[in-house]
């Protein structure tokens, strides 16, 4: 037994620190004497001390001495043609086993470019492998590698040869059917696994699902999951609970979604995916208190993930800290550049910033990840609105009503910006009432409807709508609006028993309170004027809070007080 393989063994035995020493030490006495160890020798060394070196994520360094390792192989690969091995084939047939292998080296080396964000160089290394030589791993990386790149047509190759080599690869079968992939064709690629192995009937089911829902038809995409999730074997399963609430999500179903995400974190303490969605969900209903024990929690159990800080981010955002919103969801787009949620916190705190142009990148970004998810062509739609770009927000809108179909979340985008136009007013209400006749809960086109009729002063009207509504759900801009709908009658009692509903939905709600302040003031005149001048001199000290928490140098050092980083 020689040196090299105690190096082996130790790197066997996951010893990273010993092996990165002993092989620093042996490749400088190697480089100070040619003849100490042979070819294969030192490529065995720089393999395992690259190894080392990748295990400690210096990962630039550990490519270039992965590098050093191919072109050794390379020497050793002449000498061999030239000099055939004397002791016959069992020799070499042993020294092929034990030789690091030099697919595996290419790999790790693509691992490290992709770490480093160089994807065209981890692509490059890869495709340099002969495809007959390519394993599951190195094709999956390839598949996902090429979609990230746009490269559909080949990610599509390399997903089909994951699944020939390994029919149960389920994520390379939600990669073929989020390529548009039709679902009858994946299935067909694991009928005969189905067929041949008991208790697997329920594969054919979860592919259908998935092919629903990245279709975009997201409510028989809930019924084939609700199916699934029935079943005696796949009860309470967390995947499929996460899915489930994550199509609940994407159909606008608010209540649904968080009740599932909830029941998926009950069966799972340390469950982080999917709960950037949930985070999201429970910031916009104004539950900010429970988002910032959720991301301290998620920080817990790994600030590696994007989650927690998209989680972070949209309590900053809805607590109107923009700044830190931003810098939030670009840490997280630097752990995870395919987090749609990452992409679309960072672009509504670039819209609220006013960089309006910026936002619209990430928003475009996050719809080519995410063709299906109406949040992000609504985003983009908002930013042209807000730079006066009703002619391509108009003609975004037709596209997703075509593409996708004429259902109340369709429906009520184009009826949005059909509000914008004054020429379009009557058919953004056929739309809305096209809307609500489909889901008459569906909040966003209750809401439009609402602010249609509040600018046609049907009072009445809204005020039947808002509460027909609010008989079925509680929503704090439902109950701010009829509020609003109150006073325009005169019904002070109640417009104030509605905001403080609405403020008890979320404390937060910048508009209730002023509708309440708004009325407060109007029943004493006397006190108003004091009243004023004392809330004037409060927001302008407010504002000044606000501005330097957004400064840069306030932002970093409360960036480490919030997640008591050191």
């Known amino acids: 037994m020689n040196v090299i393989d105690h190096v082996r063994d130790m790197a066997a035995a996951g ?21 100490l160890f042979s070819p294969s020798q030192k490529y065995q060394l720089l393999v395992y001390h690259a190894d080392a070196i990748f295990h400690d994520k210096e990962y630039r360094n550990a490519a270039c001495k992965y590098n ?26 042993v020294q092929a086993q ?21 994807d065209k160089d981890a692509i490059s290394v890869l495709e340099g492998i002969p495809s007959r030589q390519r394993t599951p791993k190195i094709n999956m990386m390839l598949a996902n590698l090429y979609r990230k790149a746009g490269q559909e047509r080949s990610a599509v190759t390399s997903y089909k040869e994951v699944l020939r080599q390994c029919p149960l690869a389920l994520d390379a079968i939600i990669g073929l059917l989020s390529l548009s992939v039709k679902g009858a064709e994946v299935a067909s690629m694991t009928m005969d696994v189905i067929q041949s192995i008991p208790n697997l009937d329920w594969l054919s089911v979860w592919i259908k699902a998935h092919a629903f829902t990245h279709g975009g038809d997201n409510q028989r995409a809930i019924n084939t999951i609700c199916s699934l999730e029935k079943k005696s074997l796949l009860r309470d399963n967390v995947d499929l609970l996460v899915t489930l609430a994550d199509v609940y999500f994407r159909a606008g179903d608010t209540k649904n ?50 989650e927690p800080w998209v989680i972070s981010g949209c309590h900053s955002f809805y607590s109107k800290r923009y700044s830190r919103a931003l810098y939030l969801g670009a840490k997280a787009i630097q752990l995870n550049s395919n987090s749609v949620q990452a992409l ?12 309006v142009q910026e936002a619209i990148i990430h928003f475009r970004e996050a719809m080519r990840l995410a063709p299906c998810r109406l949040d992000c062509y609504e985003g983009l739609i908002d930013c042209y609105l807000a730079s006066n770009g009703v002619r391509e927000a108009m003609g975004m809108a037709n596209n997703i009503y075509k593409t996708l179909g004429a259902n109340a979340q369709t429906l009520t985008i184009l009826a949005t910006v059909c509000l914008e136009d004054p020429m379009t007013q009557e058919k953004a209400k056929t739309l809305l009432d096209k809307a609500l006749a489909q889901r008459p809960d569906y909040t966003k086109a209750v809401v439009k409807k609402a602010e249609l009729l509040s600018r046609e002063q049907k009072y009445e009207e809204g005020i039947a709508l808002l509460r027909n509504t609010l008989a079925n759900q509680s ?15 005169n019904d002070y009692q109640e417009a104030m028993d509605q905001y403080s509903i609405a403020l008890s939905l979320d404390p937060n709600d910048q508009k209730s309170l002023e509708g309440m302040q708004k009325m407060e003031k109007e029943e004493s005149p006397t006190d108003a004027t004091v009243e004023l001048d004392g809330d004037d001199m409060e927001g302008s000290g407010e504002e000044g809070d606000l501005e330097g928490s957004d400064s840069e140098a306030v932002q970093w050092a409360d960036q480490e007080q919030w997640f008591g980083m050191q």
């Open 344 to 355: 679309l916190l960072k672009g509504v705190a670039l819209r609220n910033m006013g960089r």
């Open 475 to 489: 929503d704090c801009v439902l109950h701010r609006m009829l509020g609003d709908f109150l006073v325009a009658v």
């Open 68 to 93: 050093m390792a191919l072109q050794q192989k390379k020497v050793l690969s002449k000498i061999s043609k030239v000099r055939p091995s004397s002791t016959g084939g069992t020799t070499s047939a």
């Open 15 to 35: 010893l990273h620190s010993n092996v990165r020493i002993i092989s620093s030490l042996l490749l400088t006495m190697s480089t100070n004497n040619p003849e």
């Open 257 to 306: 979604s968080i009740l599932k995400f909830e029941q998926a974190q009950m069966l799972d303490p340390y469950l982080i995916k999917g709960m950037d969605v949930y985070g999201y969900l429970m910031a916009r209903e104004g539950h900010l208190e429970d988002v910032e024990v959720l991301g301290g929690r998620l920080f817990n159990i790994s600030d590696q993930h994007a």
């Open 98 to 118: 034990n030789f690091p292998s030099e697919i595996e080296v290419k790999y790790k080396i693509a691992e490290c470019y992709t770490i480093l964000k160089l």
